[in-house]
């Protein structure tokens, strides 16, 4: 099995005269070395979505303190920086909640002038931000991945698992689990039946529902990372989940394939941004420049198993990832998906459905 956390980069000197002190150091593949900054730095993140060894060699490095805390969801970290009393200075959130966030004038622009890793990012990545933040001016893409199918190859073959017709196949009935998320379930539904992702009309989220109410009876149920071991223990067939946690499952079971299907995905991105009631600015910007190096990018992805914008990373990875199209998905892949964008109050018809396809 794969590494799951490599070996820390650093080196500690304990210093004889007068009285001992530890120094730290990084290897930095960009031979970037940061200042004494100081102060705290508070993050809002998703969980288990960073190697945490990072932030303590970011603290022993800059001598600022950082305070992680950790995000259920987008709308979940929305309430959070909408808070009078909000702290965060960092935050994950999804490309079509960024894009609410620049309409709702809720983030600062970033100096790239203080993010000098910037130029790390491959210039596609950066195209498809640039659809729901144009010129990437609010936020840099942090992790991005796609959405498929996880199946078990032992009862699963590669033929049905094409298609977003398998999840509604009922020779798998009971073995069959979906991710317990609005946009995500109803839009594979959407998809399968040949509409768009962002669809904002109200038959088509309809038929999508009454298709998902269906599927129903089928279902081992609706999941999040509970899935993954139901799946790594063989207890299913298939279900739906993103790119970075199929591959920690494939990772632990060899008889585990991922399927972007023909009818395509959503392809997503988790960028980094900037609240712009934020305090700590410097902390900030040094922090986004600290994952942009590309050795700690590549020793963060490592970890996390989600694929890196970063092209310097990309650059030092090994076979596992960049052959691996799970992690690394081709270009004829890639023109079949396409990203989330706010829906504004269209929303509300998509939740309503949604509830209906909970309650049945």
């Known amino acids: 099995m794969k590494k799951f956390i490599c070996v820390l980069i650093a080196t500690v000197v304990l210093a004889t005269v007068g009285c001992s002190s530890k120094t730290v150091t990084a290897e930095y593949a960009d031979g970037d070395q940061y200042e004494q900054i100081g102060g705290e730095l508070n993050i809002l993140n998703w969980g288990e979505y960073i190697d945490p060894e990072l932030i303590t060699l970011f603290e022993q490095e800059t001598g600022v303190k950082v305070t992680y805390s950790e995000m259920t969801s987008n709308e979940d970290m929305l309430i959070k920086l909408s808070s009078s009393d909000s702290i965060y200075d960092l935050c994950f959130p999804s490309e079509y909640i960024i894009e609410q966030m620049i309409a709702s004038d809720m983030l600062q622009p970033l100096d790239m002038s203080k993010i000098p890793n910037s130029k790390n990012i491959a210039a596609d990545k950066l195209k498809i931000t640039d659809t729901f933040d144009p010129g990437n001016k609010y936020s840099l893409p942090y992790m991005w991945g796609t959405v498929g199918i996880l199946y078990n190859t032992t009862m699963v073959d590669e033929q049905t698992a094409s298609s977003w017709n398998a999840l509604w196949n009922e020779s798998y009935s009971g073995k069959i689990w979906m991710y317990d998320s609005v946009r995500d379930s109803l839009g594979v539904s959407l998809l399968r039946l040949g509409y768009d992702l962002n ?132 270009e004829e892949t890639l023109e079949r ?19 209906q396809v909970k309650i049945n």
């Open 199 to 330: 669809t904002r009309n109200e038959d088509e989220v309809a038929a999508a529902r009454d298709e998902l109410i269906k599927q129903r009876p089928l279902l081992a149920g609706y999941g999040t990372d509970n899935m993954r071991d139901e799946m790594i223990n063989g207890n299913a067939a298939m279900c739906l989940i993103y790119s970075g946690d199929a591959l920690m499952c494939m990772d632990s079971n060899e008889d585990l394939e991922f399927s972007v299907p023909m009818e395509g995905s959503n392809v997503w991105f988790d960028n980094v941004v900037i609240p712009k009631n934020a305090t700590n600015i410097e902390a900030a910007h040094a922090f986004i420049n600290f994952l942009n190096d590309g050795q700690i990018a590549m020793r963060n992805t490592e970890y996390i198993y989600y694929s890196t914008p970063n092209q310097a990373a990309m650059d030092r990875l090994d076979t596992f990832y960049t052959e691996n199209e799970t992690y690394n998905p081709t």
């Open 337 to 355: 998906c396409s990203v989330f964008h706010d829906l504004g109050d269209f929303i509300e018809v998509f939740n309503d459905a949604w509830k």
